[in-house]
DNA sequence: GACCCGCATTGATTTAAATCAACCAACCCT
DNA sequence: AGGGTTGGTTGATTTAAATCAATGCGGGTC
């Protein structure tokens, strides 16, 4: 494996790449100080299970870097992704202390993490916390509704190319990308964990990403590295009015 | 149609059936009472488009009373629900003013509405109210996703067999009901509605409601009322773990 | 009573995606 | 260089659900 240990800079939360963004996003100077105190990160590897689906949960905390999946899965097997955890997405649910889902790492990853009991009562005192984390709820909630439409509505087509969009946007705004010309990133699923996502087989993921392919909605430089030469295209491929998607 | 007038109580906040369920539950008798000055009450009747999705809203509100569809359309007219408002459910989202969903009445009801501002600038103020918005949201968000793995990767049988038992736990818990002996309900919904629910067709709505019948996992009398002998049944076809299910 | 109308059921046929099954290509590891 | 492993593609076949198409039924109205 000869991964390199990840490097956990234990940051000022001042300097924290996800300052602007999690959960602590509205706090001030000296609200932050408090946070600085209870903090801690932790650091996993590529495909760990951060938590199991009913363990119980004594942290609550937030993505810094890496990407996790959020899935449900039945006894026969049958897995569905449920949410994709991004840097600055909270994990965990205050008022809860039993995991509801799986938490997998898909790439490594570092955690700003708090123990649940003193976030919560940091969060009784501070509303700029609970302010922020509904917003980030609600937020979530468009997100589930919206992939409840894909799961529940689209063919195979549109489901890939939905998925693709999202991914593109997303990875626009994180990088600060304009929307003119030509869109590059990396997917960082498997074909398996599209399926999941996706509610398909991965096969048919395989099927589809191809054919997208060859009718040129996307190019692909090896499996993983996607090029989009016409964003609007994509969305008409997903079935999306090809305007509504744009802000933020 | 010969409706008799829908009868709209104005409730003092004190005996509102909605009292301990919706957003306003927190609250101190002095915080209802600023509640009081500002809220009112809209009866809409069944059928009705409370919200198209794209309007501006410039109210919020829980529902008093009946039950309405929160649906998404795409424009060749395919449509997936993303949520079913029940008494007591929240409408509209604090901070945005456009309505993301179409909002349709099933029944006769009650709203009992604030308008957006006033009720923004009471919920900075008020810790009580942004607490349990909050807390609901997060439930909205953990029935979105548990509906996900519905819609990605179940069955149309299991589909069938998930609403029923989602319906019949909630009106178990709206009843105060006990959950021995036998379940009966009313479907609230139309084949079609159900269809627009579980991601199916409203033909397949049919034949798997049909064959559930014939395999004596429901009673039907009528159309829409249910009688269910054994809830544990019911579970297993809808593939859930026979227990997680009775909590709350 | 006869006629609709909106909802629901049931049957015949088609089709999109799942399943079953090879096979490929990187990459790693001795 | 050889063999294993992981992730991905592609093809043949099956199948669950969609689609197309009648038909049923209860409740209101003329």
Redesign the interface.
């Known amino acids: 494996m000869l991964k390199e240990k990840a490097s956990i800079i234990p940051h000022e939360c001042g300097d924290c790449p996800i300052r602007h963004r999690a959960v602590c996003a509205r706090c001030e100077a000296d609200e932050l100080e408090v946070l600085d105190q209870i903090k801690y990160y932790r650091s996993y590897e590529s495909g760990q299970t951060l938590i199991w689906s009913g363990d119980h949960m004594d942290f609550v905390g937030s993505v810094v870097s890496g990407i996790a999946t959020?899935t449900?899965t039945?006894?026969?097997g049958?897995?569905?992704m449920?949410?994709l955890l991004l840097p600055s997405d909270f994990v965990g649910?205050p008022?809860r202390n039993s995991a509801?889902?799986d938490v997998v790492a898909v790439t490594d990853m570092v955690m700003c993490c708090f123990r649940k009991k003193p976030f919560e009562e940091m969060m009784?005192r501070t509303?700029h916390i609970?302010?922020r984390?509904?917003?980030m709820?609600?937020d979530?909630?468009?997100a589930?509704?919206?992939?409840?439409?894909v799961?529940?509505?689209k063919t195979a087509r549109e489901k890939i190319a939905s998925l693709m969009a999202i991914i593109a946007r997303r990875d626009a705004t994180l990088n600060m990308n304009g929307t003119r010309g030509p869109l590059v990133f990396d997917l960082p699923l498997t074909r398996e964990a599209m399926a999941d996502y996706?509610?398909l087989t991965l096969e048919t993921v395989s099927r589809q990403v191809s054919a997208l392919k060859k009718d040129g909605v996307i190019e692909l430089e090896g499996k993983r590295r996607v090029t989009v030469p016409d964003f609007n295209r994509l969305l008409e491929e997903a079935?999306d009015?090809s305007d509504g998607g744009m802000l933020i």
């Open positions: 959020l449900q039945m006894e026969d049958r897995t569905q449920v949410g649910r008022g509801a889902y009784a509303p609970a302010q984390l509904l917003e709820t609600l979530e909630l468009d589930a509704r919206e992939w409840m439409l799961l529940g509505r996706l509610g079935g009015d």
